[in-house]
Antibody, heavy 118, light 110 residues
Framework: QVHLVESGGGVVQPGGSLRLYCAASGFSFGDSGMHWVRQAPGKGLEWVAFIQYFGDIKTHADSVRGRFTISRDNSKNTLYLQMNSLRPEDTALYYC???????????WGQGTLVTVSS | QTVVTQEPSFSVSPGGTVTLTCGLSSGSVSASSYPSWYQQTPGQAPRTLIYRTNIRSSGVPDRFSGSILGSKAALTITGAQADDESYYYCVLYVGGDIWVFGGGTKLTVL
């Protein structure tokens, strides 16, 4: 059974940094692409970043490119999102999701909340 | 910048049929956009309904179906039930390992 658990969220000041974690279990993590998706309070879903299974291909949405970096450690079954230069508009619930192999996101975690505020 | 469009809201009567759409601000949605659809109720993580245009995810009732209608992807719910009242999001693959979500449709069943 696929299980994704995000952590690392919290309150941070504008301009600050935070690292999110996604612990994966129940599937072969090293064979799966992974995504980060966020949802601002009361808003819709926004795709943030993708990393291929080896970690050699990483892509980011325009809104976070140059500030956020997705990475992974297959030996620890863990996905990361390093977030720098945070802005109030980055306030959101951040989900990790497994890439289903059909250009879809087939399993989702419950999310971790990031609040950027002074 | 690619914008994916969805109806902000829709309503359907219990037992009725509704089709939600997912389009591109410029251009057409095709099978190579690999449209997928997600259902989200408030306070819950999204649930995958449909991927690769028309493939139902495991456990999804067959009253949910996906297709391409004209220049848009479509999610049709046939025989809507009260617990289908939810938010529905599409996401399109726009190439280069980049995905874009639509703004979501709030579906009301009444």
């Amino acid at each position: 059974q696929v299980h994704l658990v995000e952590s690392g969220g919290g309150v941070v000041q504008p301009g600050g940094s935070l690292r999110l974690y996604c612990a994966a279990s129940g599937f072969s993590f090293g064979d799966s692409g992974m995504h980060w998706v966020r949802q601002a309070p009361g808003k819709g879903l926004e795709w943030v970043a993708f990393i291929q299974y080896f970690g050699d291909i990483k892509t980011h949405a325009d809104s976070v490119r140059g500030r956020f970096t997705i990475s992974r450690d297959n030996s620890k079954n863990t996905l990361y999102l390093q977030m720098n230069s945070l802005r109030p508009e980055d306030t959101a619930l951040y989900y990790c999701a497994r890439d289903g192999g059909g250009y879809d996101l087939d399993h989702w975690g419950q999310g971790t909340l990031v609040t950027v505020s002074s | 910048q690619t914008v994916v469009t969805q109806e902000p809201s829709f309503s359907v009567s219990p037992g009725g049929t509704v089709t939600l759409t997912c389009g591109l601000s410029s251009g057409s949605v095709s099978a190579s956009s690999y449209p997928s659809w997600y259902q989200q109720t408030p306070g819950q993580a999204p649930r995958t309904l449909i991927y690769r245009t028309n493939i139902r995810s495991s456990g999804v009732p067959d009253r949910f179906s996906g297709s391409i209608l004209g220049s848009k992807a479509a999610l049709t719910i046939t025989g809507a039930q009260a617990d289908d009242e939810s938010y529905y999001y599409c996401v399109l693959y726009v190439g280069g390992d980049i995905w874009v979500f639509g703004g979501g449709t709030k579906l009301t069943v009444l």
